[in-house]
């Protein structure tokens, strides 16, 4: 019963932090930067002054689609904050930008995060059915279950180990934002605070995560008394 309500409340907190951080972008989406710089533009700007010039930046369906692929090396952006010409997209700019920087730099969580891709990807694609499989023969054939568990804390590590890439990705983006000039001092402070709602989303799935692979811990666990 106790587990069922950690649910819950994982649910409930992950469904306000998604709400706030909507409108915390749609927000300062409304803010112009000084300079009339668009969202690739940040981007173009950030690699060239960190010395990187194979990253390709390209524009992609959706919203909140942003994201970096260290695969081809593509910074990619979602329509609004392609084209967007204001705090949020040249925030969020940043931050993708900031994840090619860390590739650059053979930032060492970045590399061990992309190692782990294919076998959470593998992971992703079969543990719910073999979960579901471990639960319904947990009492004759447990080791379903426990190969469901060790394929969801591949995926439950996955999302520890994006916390500090991600933390670390906006924080070189504030850092060049100011010191490039790119936002003012008023608007460095919505930069930082759309930022660390973005950041708060990880944190939450993390410990979402964490708490739904100790429910089929316990599971297992009963199955063998």
Do not use: C
Request: glycine share 6%.
């Amino acid at each position: 019963m106790n587990m069922w309500i950690l649910f819950i409340a994982f649910m409930l907190i992950s469904l306000v932090v998604s709400s706030v951080l909507k409108s915390k972008f749609k927000k300062y989406s409304k803010v112009p930067l000084d300079n009339g710089m668009s969202g690739r533009d940040v981007a173009e700007r950030m690699l060239r002054d960190n010395g990187i010039y194979d990253v390709t930046i390209q524009s992609v369906p959706g919203q909140l689609t942003d994201h970096y692929n260290p695969a081809n090396k593509t910074i990619n952006l979602s329509p609004d904050v392609y084209n967007g010409r204001n705090v949020a997209a040249a925030a969020v700019a940043a931050h993708e930008t900031g994840h090619a920087v860390q590739h650059a730099k053979a930032y060492v969580w970045l590399g061990l995060r992309s190692s782990l891709v294919p076998v959470v990807s593998f992971s992703s694609k079969w543990m719910q059915w073999i979960l579901l499989g471990g639960i319904l023969l947990v009492n004759t054939f447990p080791a379903l279950l426990l190969a469901g568990i060790l394929l969801f804390a591949l995926t439950t590590v996955f999302s520890f180990i994006t916390l500090p890439v991600e933390i670390n990705a906006s924080q070189r983006a504030l850092v060049w934002l100011s010191n490039a000039g790119i936002t003012s001092y008023q608007n460095q402070k919505l930069a930082q605070n759309a930022l660390k709602w973005a950041a708060t989303t990880y944190v939450v799935a993390a410990l979402g995560s964490l708490a739904t692979l100790l429910y089929y811990i316990m599971i297992f666990n009963g199955s063998r008394r």
